[in-house]
């Protein structure tokens, strides 16, 4: 045990080649690294890949960056029902900005992002295909925009160095500069986005990620990450033309991005692929919220705060989606959920384990001790379509990124002093969710976002960019410290004396 407490301090403070290791050393590869024993040990680049492409699954969970992104902000919140769903308070602690390095959520996340940066460096430094590496990078990049966006400070190693020597550690500003130097030098040599499978990297995605870089610029490179932020003309024009570089256009129904054969909308961009019969976290999507007692079941757990749903006018379309196939296979349309909940053929009352009808409500307490309302307390939801044949092995791709993202990216950028007409947009983004379009302004457009991309892991990055993450709201009511625009760095990593800790952590 001593000799694996030398390895593990070894390899956090190292961080595994711009990665972390994982943390269960007897029976996990530490970094991602495969010999391939026919081969004479060398590095088996193909399964590395495929490994980092793999890891986008990670972002499927109820957890890690899902939660991190959604419900420290004023979407979604978890909260503690009886002697469920409280987990040492760690989910309470994401709404109301409580959180602590030791949240696991928190330590998970940042080793899992690590970790696949690694995977992502071993197939940049070792493989002979030239298209390997062209992916590894944009994957690279992908995994360290997260990271800049989360924790702030970026641990890296240049090639070559000892594994056992410290790692460098670059500042917010660093490790956006090289992203975005990355993105820029490959994106012109990835492939165009494969009809029907956004699941491969493509240069759609590459330019999607780079508008989102220069959308975010100010605030990664603001010197105090409370702001001011200050969005450069020249960033904004930067985000215009990335999108511009973008060939796509958006489905005609809003949930075709979201149902079992998602993979043939034309709006997605990159997704995490899902394969029937395989399983999949994305399930987590329409259980963590619903009732056991529905189809399909569910562990009532997160929900929707009122004030968030109250932001959607009854027309808009994004909200529920409903027909009779649904109504057969469920009872209840998808999407958000309030009210009495039916079985499927939407005729029978659903009752919940007390007996009670189950009736959901949007009263709602990050502390349940009530036995109905531990039972139906909080707007439910399901933003991805399930398949009534396949509930335990959905095959929904998970969206990361979609068309009308990058079109709001736009209108946003323009409204921020890029050159281009903001309103068309907001009327072509409106016309599909069947409600009236407003003139676009900075404030209606990032209430635009929030109803065009609840729940997609955008809400916490579009309220710190607008101003508003620190904010009161309905389950939180005081102003937050500043120190929570970023995340903590987890205590393992701190072996390494070239990271600090967050500001006030």
Not at 206 to 231: C, E, I, P, Q, R
Request: hydrophobic share 40%.
């Amino acid at each position: 045990m001593k000799r694996n407490n030398i390895i593990k301090s070894i390899l956090f403070s190292s961080t595994l080649f711009l990665g972390v290791s994982c943390t269960n050393l007897d029976e996990e590869i530490l970094d991602g690294y495969n010999a391939d024993t026919g081969s004479g040990g060398s590095v088996n680049s193909t399964a590395l890949l495929q490994s980092a492409i793999e890891g986008l699954r990670r972002f499927q969970e109820q957890g890690e960056m899902f939660t991190m992104d959604e419900m420290s902000t004023d979407a979604l919140v978890g909260p503690t029902r009886g002697g469920d769903w409280d987990d040492n308070a760690k989910w309470r602690q994401f709404h109301v900005h409580t959180w602590g390095p030791d949240n696991t959520e928190i330590v998970i996340a940042w080793n899992d992002l690590l970790s696949n940066v690694y995977s992502c460096n071993q197939v940049i430094e070792n493989s002979p295909d030239a298209s390997q590496v062209r992916q590894a990078r944009f994957l690279r990049a992908f995994y360290y925009y997260n990271v800049i966006d989360l924790f702030g400070q970026v641990p890296y190693r240049e090639a070559g160095t000892s594994l056992e020597d410290d790692a460098k550690v670059w500042t917010r500003s660093e490790a956006t500069t090289f992203v975005i130097s990355e993105l820029e030098a490959v994106v012109s040599s990835l492939p165009a986005r494969t009809a029907g499978d956004p699941s491969i990297i493509n240069k759609d995605a590459a330019n999607f990620l780079l508008a989102k870089l220069y959308l975010n610029k100010g605030v990664f490179n603001a010197t105090d990450v409370s702001g001011t932020y200050t969005f450069d003309v020249a960033d904004m024009n930067k985000v215009v033309s990335y999108v511009d570089a973008i060939s796509s256009s958006l489905a005609p129904d809003y949930w075709d991005n979201f149902m079992p054969t998602n993979n043939t909308s034309p709006e997605l961009l990159f997704t995490s692929k899902n394969i029937l019969g395989t399983g999949g976290g994305i399930q987590s999507r329409w259980r963590m919220g619903m009732h056991y007692n529905q189809t399909p079941g569910g562990w009532n757990g997160f929900a929707t705060v009122a004030e968030y749903y109250n932001r959607f006018d009854a027309a808009d379309k994004r909200r529920n989606k409903t027909s009779p196939s649904i109504i057969a296979n469920f009872g209840n349309p998808i999407g958000f959920q309030v009210g009495q909940m039916y079985a499927p053929g939407g005729v029978i009352p659903l009752k919940d384990r007390n007996n009670n009808p189950l009736i959901f409500t949007p009263e709602l307490t990050l502390v349940i001790s009530d036995a109905t309302a531990i039972e139906t307390a909080g707007i439910r939801t399901q933003k991805y379509e399930p398949d009534p044949a396949n509930l335990d092995n959905p095959e929904n791709d998970y969206v990361l990124m979609r068309y009308s993202d990058a079109l709001l990216m736009k209108a946003e950028a323009i409204k921020r002093g890029a050159t281009g007409d903001a309103d068309a947009i907001m009327v072509e983004i409106a016309t599909r969710a069947g409600i009236p379009a407003v003139s676009a302004t900075l404030e209606s457009i990032y209430a635009e976002r929030g109803r065009e991309l609840w729940f997609e892991g955008w809400r916490r990055n579009d309220m710190i960019r607008f101003g508003k993450f620190l904010e009161p709201r309905e389950l939180k009511p005081g102003v937050s410290d500043p120190k929570y625009l970023i995340f903590p760095i987890p205590a393992d990593a701190l072996f390494n004396p070239n990271m600090k800790q967050n500001p006030g952590y």
